[in-house]
């Protein structure tokens, strides 16, 4: 199993564009999500999805979309770039066991925007 | 709200020292507690968890234990080695359906371990 892969590594953007980073799981696992990490901030929820066509808000969900079409993949999209998503994109991925879910990181996506 | 504090970094010690690494949480009901790592350029890995009170979590010679009446999950490993250097996240989730899944993080900890 490749477990959790995000692409593209490191992006620059610049501000006023868009882009989408790309999530995808092989573990069959219905829950997804998508946080952001910065420095002193520790990692913070930004969108998450409980299983195919079902999405919803985290704690920082502005400025970014999320579909989820399939039970793989997990796109996270920038609409309109600002210097303040630069940050480290982390997506999950994660299965119940008894009620607790352990989650599962991808590798992260380093994004600047200038 | 839920939300986890733990002690601010950066924590240096030198090889073969005690860790200890704090971590106390505000949750309503019985949340499930996790220590994730973070290896330098790497994404988080779980080093251990635990589910219910009085559980203790244990991997690679790291052990925390989930303590109800302090609302505590403190992180303890007897003797550091150079390769534990690493950022140390405490983390908690309700655990049940939707939301509750989701997992809220403290800010982290940089532990460097000298030779």
């Known amino acids: 199993n490749a477990g959790v892969t995000q692409t593209p590594k490191f992006q620059v953007l610049k501000t006023g564009q868009s882009m989408t980073l790309q999530c995808a799981q092989d573990m069959n696992h219905e829950y997804m999500s998508w946080y952001r990490q910065d420095p002193g901030m520790g990692l913070r929820l930004i969108h998450y999805s409980v299983g195919a066509g079902i999405t919803d808000q985290g704690e920082v969900p502005n400025g970014y979309n999320v579909s989820r079409s399939t039970t793989e993949d997990f796109p996270l999209r920038l609409l309109s770039a600002a210097p303040s998503q630069t940050s480290v994109y982390f997506c999950?991925?994660?299965?119940?066991?008894?009620?607790?879910?352990?989650?599962?990181f991808g590798p992260g996506t380093r994004l600047t925007v200038t | 709200g839920d939300s986890v504090t733990q002690m601010e970094g950066p924590v240096t010690l030198s090889e073969e020292a005690f860790l200890t690494i704090n971590c106390t949480y505000t949750a309503t009901g019985y949340p499930s507690l996790f220590w994730y790592v973070q290896y330098p350029g790497e994404g988080l890995q779980l080093l251990l968890k635990a589910t219910k009170a009085d559980d203790k979590g244990s991997n690679k010679g790291f052990e925390a234990t989930y303590r109800k009446e302090t609302t505590s999950f403190h992180l303890e490993k007897g003797s550091v080695q150079v390769s534990d250097s690493a950022v140390y996240f405490c983390a908690l989730s309700r655990g049940y359906g939707g939301s509750q899944g989701n997992l809220i993080f403290g800010k982290g900890t940089k532990l460097s371990v000298k030779p």
């Open positions: 999950a991925s994660s299965y119940s066991e008894e009620r607790v879910y352990e989650q599962y």
